[in-house]
């Protein structure tokens, strides 16, 4: 597992280690889980077809995924997606896309990096 990697991606590897009682095996495990999940698809979809309610469901789920995982950078993102979701200001959360969108992408290739 190389740290740094995850590190540059926003990923808290030492926080999630602590969660997790110190399993590595247990990390990798979750971490693959969190690469065949289809819960950032859903998202996607929902923010494009206006489904406000599956749109903030989506959202936030991947909040807890990512806080559970010390996904720190991803965590931040959706904490804030959905508090505009919740104050009910659809255009600024659907604006956040495409930052929420690159950090995913970042973080997906970081854990496929040192997880496979």
Request: proline share 1%.
């Amino acid at each position: 597992m190389d740290k740094e990697r995850l590190k540059a991606a926003g990923i808290d590897a030492d926080g999630a280690l602590e969660r997790l009682m110190g399993s590595e095996a247990l990390m990798a495990r979750l971490f693959r889980k969190f690469l065949e999940d289809g819960t950032f698809a859903a998202l996607l979809e929902s923010v494009n077809a206006g489904e406000k309610e599956e749109a903030l469901k989506a959202s936030h789920t991947l909040k807890g995924m990512c806080g559970n995982l010390s996904m720190d950078r991803l965590y931040r993102l959706f904490t804030a997606q959905v508090d505009l979701m919740r104050s009910e200001d659809w255009d600024g959360a659907a604006a956040m896309m495409p930052q929420i969108s690159a950090a995913y992408e970042e973080a997906v290739s970081a854990i496929r990096d040192c997880f496979g």
